[in-house]
């Protein structure tokens, strides 16, 4: 160029190359702010071109839509051979070429990477713009051109540095030469020059290194910044074609989001059938097979009326998607159950996708689907933990990977990863990072703190430590890395990868399509969750016992309803292994709420919840509960809503009512809210929607504190807080679990073993809650035990646990597997020699087994078995073989066993540690866990136990909640900060413990409000942990 | 400090084919390095397992309950305010170095037993033959509290033996000759080097002592445990090999002292004791293939001061004459302020040797003298005098280099963070774009004014984007003829923030100025010589 730059005027620009916050740790804006921002600067189009992605082109469209901006799609693709390439599809075609494009660069690249040979890029060019970046070879330039056509373009940017005129110099003779125009851009990073710093932390931390270190890899200034064409008019001024070829290209592409067209799959529809009718017959048929005496009046009627809406908003395919799947999972005797919204609907029931019966429960099935809302329903579906996969193949299988595939899920900057990110980045030490990252929950508020900084150790006065702090602020919410989805997935009736680009996940056997699970609505597609349950994992197994031990036959639909037996044990919190109630936050509700029948086994599971908690609900609904404080409305409008939670709002779908009826929202308003309840963790705010509902109430009369109440718990909601429907479908195993251990307690204390990891209990608890409800237990045996624990016969109808060979820690599945099949079919090992070679064990198994005393049958003293395992030789052709050199070895004491046991299978039915030192206890004055339960409140007394688990909810101001167990049961314990403070040590190091307390007593729930702490003085097993929460 | 003593009853009377070895092991000393108190709450922290984990702690802290392998979080959990200190693993091997060179009083055979430990082979020092170890040890433990380190000193027949013992007992322990199974029985078996699945076997087994574990048939552990395990069995039954420890091997700066039996106060006299000095010095850099290009020499004075003279040598060398003409070169210009008690000469970064040497005489070799001669400049102006720029990657043009002393021969950044970076220039994704900015450097003037001058300026009319028409430099006003720019940079904004629009302004008398705008104020930051 050789120029300096002259003012000139342009009216017109679009911004051709603009990458977000989703060309992850490269763009510093968020695609709404980049739309914003054009829409404010006046452009004509801004393209969303991220690199080797379309990741935030959903929300860039919404906000496209919003702000009256036309948004171009396309991405920045890397050339393996040459430089970037910006794409913008001019129609559906070029669409779909830039989607195969993408899917081809991210195939066989780690994750996050991507890149295509150029030769690629020439077969596709058919619909496309191609703005070529960076330093191209005139002869690749051509063979673009050759390509391309009339397509392609060269960049022509500023970037006010020390190399515009070079830079300049160069397009200008390139282009000249290879007869390609070029177009102005500004190759965007960010919105606003205020991002400069944001994009020095990103650039730092995609480069893993400090600010300090970073030098001239961050950008010189912020010259990448969206401007205005007024701005871009002065400086292109010395060449104004390049603007008004911006205009040009963006004329021409004429696609949008809207034209893509998602459709259902076709083939779950027989011949000659529409989709509705076939839904309407399998409705019909699951009907009469959901009620044999025939169908309520009521029923009936909701299914006419959801069947109508379903047809006017042509779901009917998406319903039949979802049952196919579910009758896959049925007729493979894969237990499942829809949760979430889509209880509120019968034909779902119908169809035996959920199990809520709307005879007998309130439903809101617009809370489902809503005509108002026009989006596709969101059905999420819980299969058994252990064999979802089986599940998710089917649908692949049935479906073909091109036609399905997975969702992703944007993980964004949280409060402690952008902390530890930008902590890294300016260079604290990991120690003040750790710190910063723990002290993080009141880094909210706009001022720093200085107080709250010196508390945790770091100087306030430190620059780097509130440039950390700041920084971290603005990178909060940011998208970090993208991962897969729990169970969402897509399925489309032709190709996926002509809508969206599908990627490789880093979980084999997996393709994800670029779109975020809260994001691909808005482009139409529509999500199956095919989530996994452990719960269902142990139902299942529990029916399969019942079963084949006692002959009864019993699901999900059969199980009795209404017992009151299980109620009582309910009522009692005897509930150690039962779904969603087993905690001890919800076992110390259980007395005082004392559910009598399903809906309140609903309210149960719901409450005990940060929404409630959060709002202040709990101790009002349980005075109107029980008759001590009358039931009124803050509204007379409220009634209606709130009528069946005694007017205390309890269910998210209560607060969106309530914000129609008292707040002014609008429905489509209230669902807004709800949205935003859901987003509340991930984008770290509720927006301008608080502000409107606390306004709305005033408006109607509602007091300010009520209001201020409603708001805490929408943000309870965001952290987590069930729908009603959820909480219905969820209640359903809450019910049924109990139901089989009180009829079942061995079945249901094996099935829990066999589903293992799952819930809050270690095993040890598992087995001594059994035990405790009479069921016995027989010691883990190589002449019987198998993998999973089993039920054995004790010759008079009743059954014992026999402890299988899953529970010893180290041995593998296959190991005890072949042992189970050898003596299955050879009979009972002879000696240790023939064990080995018969079931074809290394030494290392053998050493597991002897050590957890499996061998007692063959050899009767534990150690004596270690020391012969010890002598059997390794090699496969020598096994069975065993060196005899024998030696004398001291005699176990019954602490040697008991911590051998625990040591080897976390667990010991022989020696309880408590049960050791009871009788000195007894004399001591402390009282057991079952005595406890017989001590009037008030009483100061001493117990001793081994913690189960300590918990310190974000919720109760620092309180700790510590369960205690002995041989008798459990107690749940009380410290209050003051207490934790002064004998920290005590309760942190020691897991058996002795502690002196006052018996607190609310109705039937008792706790123990901790005064002392002391280290039991009893033999310790080396393997005893406590599970700790948060 | 008074130390406590175990001496077991005498063994077999020394002979001339055992070894003995003193083994000192200073418990804290990985925290009393820090300058930690055992009394204070703190812990030794490292990156481990993508967490910050405990590797030592004071005593203090390990009464808490704190234990080396815990995350900090949870070590923060028993003492919210344990104070932590990030583990330097570099500079704690060369405090352990500094550490075991003090033994060279014992010993020449000396070595360091990571991270807390140092050990000496003794078997010929006159105390052993005279039967006066304890008297050794009590040097040794002296010495030790004067540097400011409470030690656990065991003497024994093998280092293992000794370290054992050292690491397990308080006391200090003298181990007869021939009785180091002895001294090990009572000791758990967690004392020895047993691979951890071990361990738990012989648990399992009831063999919780090395006495009990050394009862142990031999040929009943062959097979059925690790060689490891083997070995340690021998150690127990006192069979251990005595491995030999290889005399101490100097690396890093070499220094010799001399002291003077009498106060000197004549250079001349002094460069006596010089000459064989640095006689002596080039011997010991010939024996180790090394060469210098510093030297450091100390007078100690009467008084306790010390005069300081460094000299730099231009290329490696070792020459005797070389160094000594430059030495006496020196001292022609210097001036002793007092006598002088002893001479210390050092080589703070010897080099290795390549075998060639500079001769200024030889004509062949001319190019080569600017070494020569900028060591000579360096030597009569001052180390800091001759420079040279480096340039260092940043936005900000005064930070775009520095200057270091001609002939550094250090990488460009100086630590292991440029070579990582570098690295990952190779593999971030966003360089394979349009060539990333960093292989090019700026266009910036060769005249560079440090700091920048604040210049007066007269606004006019922007001709070619440039909002000014004259500048006032050398005392009169000057009309721009010709500017070129705008080039913006920013940045820093965590330190030091800036924001500057630069221009290149060209003068009514051919100069060309670089001058910047920032805050409404303008500044010459340099020109072109053209």
């Known amino acids: ?1030 | 400090m008074s130390a406590s003593w175990i001496v077991l009853s005498p063994g077999p009377v020394y002979t001339e084919h055992m070894f003995r070895y003193l083994v000192a092991h200073v418990p804290s000393f990985r925290l009393d390095r820090c300058g930690w108190s055992p009394n204070q709450p703190v812990i030794l922290v490292a990156e481990q397992s993508n967490a910050l984990r405990v590797q030592a702690a004071t005593p203090v802290a390990l009464a808490a309950g704190i234990r080396p392998g815990m995350s900090v979080a949870a070590a923060r959990a028993l003492v919210p305010h344990v104070e932590t200190e990030l583990l330097d693993t570099e500079a704690e091997a060369e405090d352990l170095h500094a550490l075991t060179t003090q033994l060279l009083r014992v010993s020449p055979s000396i070595a360091a037993m990571p991270p807390d430990t140092v050990v000496a082979e003794i078997t010929r020092q006159p105390e052993i033959r005279t039967g006066q170890e304890r008297a050794l040890v009590e040097r040794v433990r002296i010495r030790m509290n004067q540097l400011g380190h409470s030690a656990n000193i065991v003497v024994a027949d093998d280092p293992t033996t000794a370290h054992h013992v050292a690491r397990w007992c308080s006391d200090n322990t003298i181990i007869p000759s021939g009785q180091g199974a002895r001294a090990l029985e009572h000791l758990p078996l967690a004392a020895l080097s047993i691979p951890p699945r071990d361990l738990e076997r012989f648990d399992n087994l009831g063999i919780t002592t090395i006495g009990r574990f050394a009862q142990l048939p031999p040929a009943a552990l062959s097979g059925r445990f690790s060689p490891p395990t083997l070995t340690a069995h021998a150690l127990a039954c006192g069979r251990a090999p005595s491995p030999t420890i290889t005399p101490w091997s100097e690396e890093g700066p070499l220094s010799l002292t001399q002291e003077l039996p009498d106060e000197v106060v004549e250079l001349e006299a002094l460069l006596f004791v010089i000459n064989a000095l640095v006689r002596d010095l080039t011997t010991r850099l010939l024996t180790r293939g090394l060469a210098t290009t510093q030297l450091g020499l100390v007078f100690r004075l009467d008084d306790g001061r010390q005069q300081s003279v460094s000299l730099r040598l231009g290329t490696p060398t070792r020459n005797h004459s070389a160094i000594l003409d430059q030495i006496r070169h020196r001292l022609g210009r210097f001036t002793l302020s007092g006598p002088v008690v002893a001479l210390i000469l050092t080589v703070p970064n010897p080099t290795p040797f390549d075998g060639r040497q500079i001769d200024l005489r030889d004509p062949r070799r001319m190019d080569e003298a600017i070494d020569a001669v900028s060591a000579q400049l360096q030597d009569a102006l001052g180390n800091r005098s001759v420079l040279t720029a480096r340039t260092i990657p940043r936005h900000r043009p005064e930070g775009a280099w520095r200057p270091v002393p001609f002939g550094t021969t250090v990488p460009r950044d100086g630590n292991a963070s440029a070579t990582a970076l570098a690295e990952s220039h190779q593999t971030d994704p966003v360089d394979a774009w349009m060539g990333h900015p960093l292989a090019l450097m700026p266009e910036r003037p060769p005249i560079m004014m440090s700091p920048p001058q604040a210049i007066e300026v007269e606004a006019g009319p922007i001709t070619e984007g440039f909002p000014v028409s004259a500048v006032h430099v050398d005392g009169r006003w000057h009309a721009i003829t010709h500017s070129q720019g705008p080039e913006h940079l920013a940045g820093e904004w965590w330190a030091h923030p800036f924001q500057r629009t630069y221009w290149q302004a060209t003068l009514d008398d051919g100069r060309t100025l670089w001058l910047y705008r920032e805050h409404g104020r303008w500044a010459v930051h340099g020109w072109w010589d053209r």
């Open chain 1, 1 to 1030: 160029m050789g120029c300096a730059w002259v003012v000139g005027s342009v009216s017109q620009f679009a911004e051709l190359v603009c990458r977000t916050a989703f060309s992850f740790h490269e763009g510093a804006s968020q695609p709404e702010e980049i739309v914003a921002q054009a829409a404010e600067a006046g452009l004509h189009a801004v393209a969303i071109t991220d690199r080797d992605g379309v990741y935030g082109l959903p929300r860039a469209h919404k906000a496209a839509q919003a702000h009256g901006v036309r948004i171009l799609p396309g991405a920045l693709l890397t050339i393996s051979d040459g430089p970037g390439v910006a794409l913008l599809a001019r129609d559906v075609g070029g669409w779909s070429q830039l989607t195969r494009l993408i899917t081809t660069a991210r195939k066989d690249m780690k994750k996050g990477w991507g890149q295509i040979p150029l030769s690629d890029l020439l077969e596709r060019a058919c619909g496309l713009e191609a703005i070529l970046l960076g330093s191209w070879s005139i002869d690749r330039v051509h063979q673009v051109r050759e390509a391309f056509g009339v397509h392609a373009s060269l960049a022509l940017t500023r970037r006010l540095d020390s190399h515009d005129v070079a830079r300049w110099d160069q397009r200008t003779v390139l282009s000249a030469k290879t007869q390609v125009p070029l177009v102005a851009t500004g190759d965007v990073l960010m919105h606003d020059p205020s991002r400069l710093p944001l994009q020095d932390i990103l650039t730092c931390i995609r480069r893993k290194c400090t600010v300090d270190q970073a030098g001239t890899q961050l950008q010189a200034n912020s010259a990448r910044t969206l401007r205005s064409p007024e701005a871009m008019g002065r400086m292109f001024a010395a060449a104004p074609s390049t603007l008004e070829r911006s205009i040009e290209i963006a004329d021409r592409c004429q696609f949008s989001l809207c034209d893509l067209r998602y459709r259902y799959p076709k083939e779950i529809v027989p011949e000659g059938w529409t989709p509705i009718q076939w839904l309407r017959h399998q409705t019909e048929l699951g009907l009469q097979w959901r009620y044999p005496d025939g169908t309520p009046h009521a029923v009936l009627q909701q299914v006419e009326h959801e069947l109508t809406l379903i047809e006017h908003l042509d779901f009917p395919a998406y319903f039949l998607t979802v049952y196919d799947v579910v009758r896959f999972a049925r007729d493979k005797g894969i237990l499942c159950q829809g949760r979430g919204s889509a209880a509120n609907s019968a034909v779902c029931f119908a169809l035996g996708i959920t199990a809520v019966d709307p005879a007998t429960s309130s439903i809101l099935f617009e809370r489902f689907i809503s005509e108002e809302r026009g989006e596709p329903p969101d059905i999420d579906v819980d299969f058994e933990h252990e064999r979802r996969e089986e599940v998710l193949q089917y649908v692949y299988e049935r479906y073909g990977r091109h036609r399905a595939a997975m969702v992703n899920e944007v993980i964004s900057y949280r409060r402690r990863s952008a902390i530890r990110d930008v902590g890294k980045v300016m260079g604290l030490d990991p120690d003040q990072i750790d710190r910063t990252a723990k002290g993080a929950h009141w880094f909210d508020r706009t001022q720093i703190n200085d107080n709250k900084l010196r508390e945790i150790g770091l100087d306030p006065r430190d620059p780097r430590v509130r440039q950390t702090i700041i920084m971290a602020q603005a990178l909060r919410g940011m998208p970090r890395h993208v991962g897969v989805h729990t169970g969402g997935f897509t399925i489309s009736d032709g190709p996926l990868i002509e809508l969206c680009p599908i990627e490789p996940a880093t979980m084999a056997n997996r393709t994800v399509i670029q779109w975020d699970k809260d994001d691909i609505d808005i482009v139409g597609f529509v999500k199956v969750d095919l989530l996994s349950l452990g719960m269902l994992t142990a139902i299942r197994k529990s029916f399969e016992l019942v079963q084949q031990h006692w002959g009864r036959v019993v699901t999900l639909a059969t199980t009795p309803n209404e017992d009151g037996a299980v109620y009582d044990m309910v009522c009692k919190a005897d509930t150690m292994g039962v779904f969603q109630i087993e905690s001890r936050a919800q076992m110390s509700m259980l007395p005082r709420m004392q559910p009598r029948c399903f809906y309140d086994l609903v309210i149960q599971v719901s409450i005990v919840r940060p929404g409630p908690i959060q709002g202040g609900m709990v101790h009002p609904y349980l005075r109107r509960r029980r008759g001590e404080e009358d039931i009124t409305y803050a509204h007379p409008d409220l009634e209606p809503i709130l009528a069946r939670t005694l007017g205390v709002p309890i269910f998210q779908e209560q607060v969106m009512s309530m914000a129609v009826a008292v707040g002014n929202f609008t429905p489509g308003q209230a669902d807004e809210l709800r949205r935003a309840m859901g987003a509340w963790r991930k984008r770290g705010t509720l927006g301008p929607l608080a502000e409107k509902l606390v306004q709305g109430m005033k408006n109607n009369g509602i007091k300010d504190e009520y209001a201020a109440q409603i708001c805490d718990q929408i943000r309870g909601f965001g952290e987590y807080g069930f729908p009603e429907s959820h909480a219905a479908s969820f209640s359903r195993l809450v019910y049924v679990s109990a139901w089989l251990k009180h009829h079942y307690p061995a079945a249901f204390c094996v099935a829990l073993l066999n589903s293992q990891p799952m819930g809050f209990y270690s095993a040890r608890s598992l087995i001594d809650d059994a035990r405790r409800h009479g069921v016995k237990v027989r010691s883990i045996d190589i002449q019987h035990s198998h993998w999973n624990n089993t039920l054995e016969s004790s010759g008079d109808d009743e059954w014992e646990i026999r402890i299988g060979l899953r529970q010893i820690r180290g041995l593998a599945q296959s190991a005890a597997l072949r042992i189970e099949q050898d003596r299955s079919a050879h009979g009972p090992y002879q000696s240790i020699g023939s064990l080995q070679k018969r079931a074809q064990l290394n030494r290392a198994a053998m050493d597991t087994l002897a050590q957890a005393g499996a061998l007692r049958a063959l050899v009767q003293d534990r150690r004596q078995a270690i020391w012969s395992v010890r002598g059997l030789y390794d090699l496969p052709l020598f096994r069975g073989i065993e060196r005899t050199l024998d030696v004398t070895l001291p005699t176990p004491t019954t602490v040697d066993e008991m911590k051998s046991d625990y040591r080897s299978m976390g667990l010991s039915l022989a020696h309880n540690p408590l049960g050791m030192v009871r009788e000195r206890l007894n004399r001591e004055g402390f009282l057991s866990a079952a005595e406890v339960q017989q001590t009037p409140g008030g009483r100061t007394i001493r117990v001793a136990g081994m913690v189960a688990h300590r918990q310190r909810p974000s919720t109760a101001n620092g309180i700790i909640f510590m369960t205690l167990e002995d041989e008798t049961g459990l107690l749940n314990v009380v410290i209050k900060p003051n207490t934790f403070e002064q004998q920290r040590n005590t309760i942190l190091q020691h897991n058996l413990l002795e502690i002196t307390a006052t018996v607190q007593r609310d109705g039937d729930s008792i706790s123990l409000l901790a005064a002392r702490f002391e280290p039991l003085n009893a033999p310790q097993p080396d393997e005893i942990k406590s599970r700790d929460f948060q």
